[in-house]
T-cell receptor, first 110, second 114 residues
Framework: KNEVEQSPQNLTAQEGEFITINCSYSVGISALHWLQQHPGGGIVSLFMLSSGKKKHGRLIATINIQEKHSSLHITASHPRDSAVYICAVPSGGSQGNLIFGKGTKLSVKP | DTGVSQNPRHKITKRGQNVTFRCDPISEHNRLYWYRQTLGQGPEFLTYFQNEAQLEKSRLLSDRFSAERPKGSFSTLEIQRTEQGDSAMYLC????????????FGPGTRLTVT
């Protein structure tokens, strides 16, 4: 069974700072997901990536398959980026369900 | 299509009562997943359906929990004889068939058992 570790658990930043959130997993995977969860519970998929790097606006996700590690970066952070960021990987097998990290709670102060 | 919807959004119930939640997935998605999330934790897998067939259940899903997807469209999750430990956010997600497709999440149903 795959295990997912995220760091840090909590992160406070000033508006404009560059943010990095890290995710490590224990078993090789086909793809890794980065998700965003706002207060109130709704989860939005940010990225699904299997290699290299993806960029969407101010968000950048990278993955190193050999090292079983991924990072989520936020450039020029803004208070509206405040949310919980969750890393998730497939559990393995054919069912396709995800195993999630505990999340990183980001708070961006104006 | 408006995405995955869940009802109700919030449910407060007394211990021992039964509750039922509904999830309406994106219409062309064959796969439907139920997850549970407690405070400060990431979601945990409960069960999933491929069309109307329930193909996998987590050991977290005790005998008091039952899920159905009768026509391969919407799904219901019922909890019988609720306990305080059942208090959590119940999340539904759907995806196309197969591993590696993006999962789309609903807003969740927050259950509070008093």
């Amino acid at each position: 069974k795959n295990e997912v570790e995220q760091s840090p658990q909590n992160l406070t930043a000033q508006e404009g700072e560059f943010i990095t959130i890290n995710c490590s997993y224990s078993v090789g995977i086909s793809a890794l997901h980065w998700l965003q969860q706002h207060p109130g519970g709704g989860i939005v998929s940010l990225f699904m990536l299997s290699s290299g790097k993806k960029k969407h606006g101010r968000l950048i996700a990278t993955i190193n398959i050999q090292e079983k590690h991924s990072s989520l970066h936020i450039t020029a952070s803004h208070p509206r980026d405040s949310a919980v960021y969750i890393c998730a990987v497939p559990s393995g097998g054919s069912q396709g369900n995800l195993i999630f990290g505990k999340g990183t709670k980001l708070s961006v102060k104006p | 299509d408006t995405g995955v919807s869940q009802n109700p959004r919030h449910k407060i119930t007394k211990r021992g009562q039964n509750v039922t939640f509904r999830c309406d997935p994106i219409s062309e998605h064959n796969r439907l997943y139920w997850y549970r999330q407690t405070l400060g934790q990431g979601p945990e897998f409960l069960t999933y359906f491929q069309n109307e067939a329930q193909l996998e259940k987590s050991r977290l899903l005790s005998d008091r929990f039952s899920a159905e997807r009768p026509k391969g469209s919407f799904s219901t999750l019922e909890i019988q004889r609720t306990e305080q430990g059942d208090s959590a956010m119940y999340l539904c997600a759907s995806s196309l068939d197969g591993v590696g497709f993006e999962q789309y999440f609903g807003p969740g149903t927050r259950l509070t058992v008093t």
